[in-house]
């Protein structure tokens, strides 16, 4: 048992935005309770963001990919993990089958929401209550308090990823970077849907005239940005140093901590960029800034809050997405100068 009586296994997201902002729930953990020891349980792509996260001792690796059921494992894993003799479970996701591990490795408190109908499986379940609670960042922190001291919605820390500067120096030299001015880093996508990206025309137009100036531009997205980032740099001459599906999610965090701003979709990478401190400006379209927004007040946000927005869908019900094609770059150039 950790001193203090808290030995605390969390269950952690499956989306790279929902693990950054986790953070403030460790946090939070640690304010209450500077000694307690937090391990999280999480899919091991994620394990570069929580290396990067001194509140977190341990990274447990779920053996299941997002939507997996797998019982069996689930049962194995938890009966591994009944020897670590936590002291309490809190787990993030809302679904069932997130909330066996715990159940089956005997944690005596196990804190979560509800979600679908886990009564039984967690023995501290909270009602959610999204009109108190409307931020996510604030349901997963008001999870490190007793259910009896949540009136009002808890302060929320601000996550901070830890770069090491031999991290820096390694991603110099795989990639061969120079000092060549003030960077600009472009993450053109968003996983969810085209109604999430801004229009790589408007994010060509942009490189253009911060090339112009003498930045240099860095695209940054995973394989499944690679379309984007090309087409991006068909339109700039092939001027812009294209990362997409060319890092670890590591290399790209390391690379992005050289960054001098960043522009980016509501995506994972923008929260990276905000828990790095980045100068930060990020675009709104089908999302609601209100409910994810980047967790660092110096960000810029940029949001036309037309009557048809936030729908939070995939792709625009209307086809038009004017949401996004009507911020012009003009408006994300005086947003960062």
Avoid at 109 to 125: F, I, K, Q, S, V
Avoid at 282 to 306: C, V
């Amino acid at each position: 048992m950790a001193a203090n009586g808290k030995k605390i296994l969390v269950v952690g997201p499956s989306w790279v935005g929902d693990m950054v902002m986790a953070q403030s729930l460790f946090m939070a953990l640690k304010r209450r309770q500077p000694a307690c020891r937090i391990d999280v349980l999480a899919p091991a792509w994620s394990f570069p963001l929580l290396d990067r996260m001194p509140q977190v001792s341990k990274a447990v690796a779920m053996p299941l990919t997002h939507g997996q059921f797998g019982l069996s494992i689930r049962r194995k894993l938890g009966k591994q993990l009944h020897g670590e003799r936590y002291d309490q479970a809190i787990v993030l996701p809302n679904s069932w089958k997130s909330a066996l591990v715990p159940f089956f490795a005997a944690i005596p408190r196990r804190t979560g929401y509800l979600g679908e109908l886990r009564w039984g499986l967690l023995n501290d379940a909270r009602k959610l209550d999204k009109t108190k609670l409307k931020m996510t960042v604030q349901r997963f922190v008001a999870l490190a308090f007793p259910a009896q001291d949540m009136e009002s919605p808890p302060e929320c820390p601000i996550p901070e990823l830890t770069i090491e500067p031999a991290n820096q120096q390694a991603v110099r030299d795989k990639f061969q970077l120079g000092d060549n001015g003030p960077v600009l880093a472009l993450c053109p996508g968003a996983e969810y849907g085209p109604a999430k990206r801004w229009p790589a025309e408007h994010f060509a137009e942009l490189a253009k005239r911060k090339l112009g100036e003498g930045w240099s531009v860095w695209l940054f997205g995973s394989e499944k940005d690679r379309e984007v980032a090309d087409r991006i740099n068909q339109l700039t001459a092939g001027s812009c140093r294209d990362f997409s599906g060319q890092t670890s999610l590591a290399e790209a965090v390391d690379l992005m901590s050289l960054a001098d701003v960043v522009v980016s979709n509501d995506s994972g990478l923008m929260h990276v960029a905000a828990a790095l401190n980045k100068k930060l400006v990020a675009i709104y379209g089908s999302s609601d800034p209100g409910f994810t927004p980047p967790l660092n007040s110096a960000a810029k946000i940029i949001d036309l809050k037309l009557d048809c927005s936030p729908c939070f869908a995939r792709e625009c019900p209307l086809g038009h997405t004017h949401c996004l094609t009507r911020i012009s770059p003009d408006r994300i150039l005086a947003a960062i100068d």
